[in-house]
C-alpha cells in the first residue's frame, strides 16, 4: 500500500503516539496537512476532494490515498485550482516551523529507507 503504512510509522514516532490518533488527526482537520507530506513525497500527485464531506486526499498514479491507505476512486474529485486555494486558505494547517520539522524527518527517513 504505497508508504502509507510507513508514512504513518513515522508520525507516530514524531507525535510520540499511536495509530488511532494519527488517523485521528490526519482525518478530522488536518488532511490537507497530509496531502501536503505525500505531494513532498510523489511531487506529480493530485488533490482530490471527497464528495459531501470536508476531507482531501491525494491521487498517486490513478489510486488515491490518505491516512486510512487506499480509498474508493468513485467517492472522490479532482480538486480544481479554485477548490485547491480554498483548501489551502481554510483547511488547518500546522505551524511552518511545525510542518518544516515533520516534513525534514519524514524525508529523512524516506530517504534512508530506499538505501
Not at 23 to 39: D, I, M, Q, T
Not at 49 to 71: F, M, P, S, W
Request: aromatic share 16%.
Amino acid at each position: 500500500m504505497l508508504d502509507i503504512i510507513y508514512l504513518n510509522e513515522v508520525l507516530k514516532t514524531y507525535f510520540n503516539d499511536d495509530e488511532e490518533m494519527v488517523v485521528n488527526l490526519f482525518s478530522n482537520g488536518y488532511c490537507l496537512e497530509y496531502h501536503r507530506l505525500l505531494k513532498m513525497l510523489y511531487p506529480d500527485c493530485k488533490m482530490v476532494l471527497e464528495k459531501n464531506n470536508d476531507h482531501c486526499a491525494t491521487l498517486i498514479d490513478g489510486t488515491i490515498y490518505d491516512v486510512y491507505g487506499y480509498r474508493n476512486k468513485k467517492e472522490f474529485i479532482i480538486a480544481t485550482k479554485e477548490e485547491e486555494a480554498f483548501v489551502n486558505s481554510f483547511y488547518c494547517h500546522f505551524s511552518d516551523k511545525e510542518f518544516d520539522t515533520i516534513s525534514f524527518l519524514v524525508k529523512d527517513k524516506f530517504d534512508k529507507r530506499k538505501k
